[in-house]
């Protein structure tokens, strides 16, 4: 089974940058999507940005222009640049592993929390 393990979370003030990472324990990246959700207290978890496994990208409107997501095949691992930091970014932040149009297995990492705090 494939494993998740982000990292990179911590608490920045508004305006900061934070870069998360999530290193999955197999090549996987050729043919599943990869996404970064992340979920407030008492709000459903959404999808905050993806990458294909053609490479192309997408991200909700709210952090277009601030967040930027990106692989490293060589090294597994997808990253999440997120830059200019407000406090509604605040949520635990999971990394996604899924097959487009697949009833296949979907992974998740464990979850880092981003705070954005004066």
């Known amino acids: 089974q494939v494993q998740l393990v982000e990292s990179g979370g911590g608490l920045v003030q508004p305006g900061g940058s934070l870069r998360l990472s999530c290193a999955a324990s197999?090549?996987?990246?050729?043919?599943?999507?990869m996404g970064w959700y992340r979920q407030a207290p008492g709000k459903q978890r959404e999808l905050v940005a993806f990458?294909?496994?053609?490479?192309?990208?997408n991200y909700i409107d709210s952090v277009k222009g601030r967040f930027t997501i990106s692989r490293d095949n060589a090294k597994n691992t997808v990253y999440l640049q997120m830059n200019n930091l407000k406090p509604e970014d605040t949520a635990v932040f999971y990394c996604?592993?899924?097959?487009?149009?697949?009833?296949?297995?979907?992974?998740w990492g464990q979850g880092t929390q981003v705070t954005v705090s004066s």
């Open positions: 197999e090549s996987i990246f050729s043919i599943y999507r």
């Open positions: 996604n592993a899924d097959i487009p149009g697949s009833a296949g297995p979907k992974y």
């Open positions: 990458i294909s496994s053609r490479g192309s990208t």
